[in-house]
């Protein structure tokens, strides 16, 4: 990964996914805060190839947490509802996945998928109104986990997110 050029994009291809495009300052976030695996597959715009993210020069991955290979795999009932400690951490199961927002209007859920998540804020994709959204976590009033009928392998896939957040009066404001 070439840091001389500050305008090269990249995306990232994990688990049939592909990330949408982002500078080296969010790829680098994005890989220390684990969003990015070390086996995902990292390509620079205008490249053909792809390259694992493990072998890029300049991207940190957290460590691994400890874990005991000994003991049997314990089978708890609160595991398909896990706890989160932080919202960054609920929202991040949730990362490229569509999420629903009020960000216009109070009374009024859009459709958006879930881009990134940071240290003081979240990331967003509004395509019905072809907007990028970054929204501070202090704009959060709740986040509600909706169950869904159908049973996935991971909690994402078996929930759905529903975000409702002060309502930003930047999206009715008039271009000069």
Known sequence: MSETTETARYRIRHNGQ?????NVD??????????????????????AEWHQAAG???????????????????K???EHHPRFKTLRELLTNFLHCPV????????????AELLLCCED??????????????VPYTRIKAIASIELEEQGNKY???????????????FTATGD
């Open 100 to 111: 629903s927002i009020n960000l216009v209007e109070a009374n009024q859920f859009d459709q």
């Open 26 to 47: 969010q790829l680098k976030q994005a890989t220390m805060l684990g969003q990015v695996p070390p086996d995902a597959m990292v390509q620079q715009a205008g490249q």
């Open 76 to 78: 708890d009932p609160v």
């Open 156 to 170: 994402r896939d078996s929930h759905t997110v529903r975000i409702e957040v002060e309502p930003c009066t930047v």
């Open 121 to 134: 804020h979240f990331e967003i994709n509004l395509p019905t109104r072809k907007v990028r959204a970054f």
């Open 56 to 74: 890029i020069k300049g991207l940190e991955f957290p460590a691994p947490a400890d874990s005991v290979d000994d003991a049997p795999p314990v």
């Open 18 to 22: 592909i990330s949408p495009w982002m």
